[in-house]
């Protein structure tokens, strides 16, 4: 699977950014697509999947109710829109994706990586 992701930048705090993902090459009808980020001298954390079967989403407490996760199966385009940024979601934000679900994402592991896109918070 090859993931290409844009979006990014620096905003202040309370700001919104979105990020978007193209894909292509999956080999499988039933994955999941979401986002892992990486804060510096910190390990990847899952911040939000989705499942191509079903649309089900999953988020990490940290994001709820502030990021939404998106996608556009056929099209294969998926998106993060994140609102009511903090410092705190400062990190290198990576698409990635798991094939049959989101199980390892949520914690932040994957089948497939795309490039980074840097998002940073300003306070």
């Known amino acids: 699977v090859q993931l290409q992701a844009s979006g990014g930048g620096l905003v202040q705090a309370g700001g919104s950014l979105r990020l978007s993902c193209a894909a292509s090459g999956f080999t499988s009808a039933y994955y999941g697509i979401g986002w892992v980020r990486q804060a510096p001298g910190k390990e990847r954390e899952g911040v939000a999947c989705?499942?191509?079967?079903?649309?089900?989403?999953w988020y990490a407490d940290s994001v709820k109710g502030r990021f939404t996760i998106s996608g556009d199966v056929a099209k294969n385009m998926f998106a993060l829109q994140m609102n009511s940024l903090k410092p705190e979601d400062t990190a290198v934000y990576y698409c990635a994706t798991e094939i049959g679900g989101c199980a390892d994402l949520n914690r932040g592991a994957a089948d497939s990586w795309g490039q980074g896109t840097q998002v940073t918070v300003s306070s």
């Open positions: 989705q499942s191509s079967g079903d649309g089900w989403t």
